[in-house]
């Protein structure tokens, strides 16, 4: 813990990584004021050095640099590949697909996934349990800045059980955890700029774009609007589906591409 806590506190560990902290300093109190001070002091160091500012023609001699080594190395990367091997031809060319066929997962797919397994787990404990939507949109908006409207009336099998805190790519993020007939499902949210979504498979509903996709085992469904990307997990995607209620009373429709049949939620 004393070895992770401080690549934890600067947002240098992966999701997964990041999520094992979190459950550790859930129940160990010594770590916890470990990590209490040293976020303190880290705050109190932020707010009291002066910002510094780069010199004038620093990016652009940063920039030169960068440019110069890719050259070189778009230049070993050419005579490699002209070399007369039909063997190393072929490896290039699977490897190729193969980079094209998987693409990388993205840090806000992977973390929400990570946390929904360890809170299915019982690893990860909630900081509000509450049935209530106004009580825990009351703690969003308090804790993470975060306006959300939840459903107020019942939405089907979903129940709210409550919510806490974590950390994703270094930005502050919701967790907010459902029951569906005994079976989770979470719904993560966190600040949009910079994030990027993940999935195989389109929905446009008005002028939102939904992704759906298989990661570990589950099903995901994210989306980006008005400055929030969100995304469910579960087990189904039509739990995922189902439960975009959660945020919109009424039912809605996700239109999907030409040539796939148009669902309900």
Not at 100 to 123: I, L, M
Request: hydrophobic fraction near 45%; glycine fraction near 6%; proline fraction near 4%.
């Amino acid at each position: 813990m004393r070895k992770l806590l401080h690549p934890y506190l600067d947002g240098e560990l992966n999701a997964r990584d990041a999520i094992e902290i979190q459950s550790h300093l859930e129940g160990c109190r010594d770590c916890a004021a470990l990590y209490r001070n040293e976020k303190l002091y880290l705050d109190v160091l932020k707010v009291s050095l002066p910002r510094t500012h780069a010199p004038v023609g620093l990016e652009g001699k940063v920039k030169q640099a960068l440019n110069k080594v890719t050259e070189r190395k778009q230049g070993v990367r050419l005579k490699w590949m002209l070399v007369p091997s039909f063997a190393v031809a072929l490896i290039v060319l699977a490897t190729s697909v193969f980079l094209v066929r998987q693409p990388s997962v993205p840090e806000f797919v992977d973390a929400a996934v990570a946390t929904h397994e360890s809170y299915a787990a019982h690893d990860l404990a909630l900081e509000v349990t509450s049935s209530d939507p106004l009580q825990v949109s009351k703690w969003v908006r308090e804790q993470a800045g975060f306006t959300i409207a939840l459903a107020q009336g019942p939405v089907k099998n979903l129940k709210l059980m409550g919510g806490r805190l974590v950390q994703i790519d270094g930005k502050k993020a919701v967790f907010l955890a459902y029951d569906v007939g005994g079976r989770p499902l979470s719904l993560v949210m966190t600040a949009a700029d910079g994030v990027r979504l993940f999935g195989s498979q389109e929905m446009i509903d008005k002028d939102v774009r939904f992704y759906q996709s298989s990661y570990h085992g589950l099903q995901t469904l994210s989306w980006a609007l008005e400055g929030l990307a969100y995304v469910f997990v579960s087990d189904a995607q039509d739990i995922n589906r189902q439960a975009c209620q959660i945020c919109h009373s009424s039912a809605r429709r996700l239109q999907e591409p030409v040539g796939r049949q148009v669902k309900s939620i």
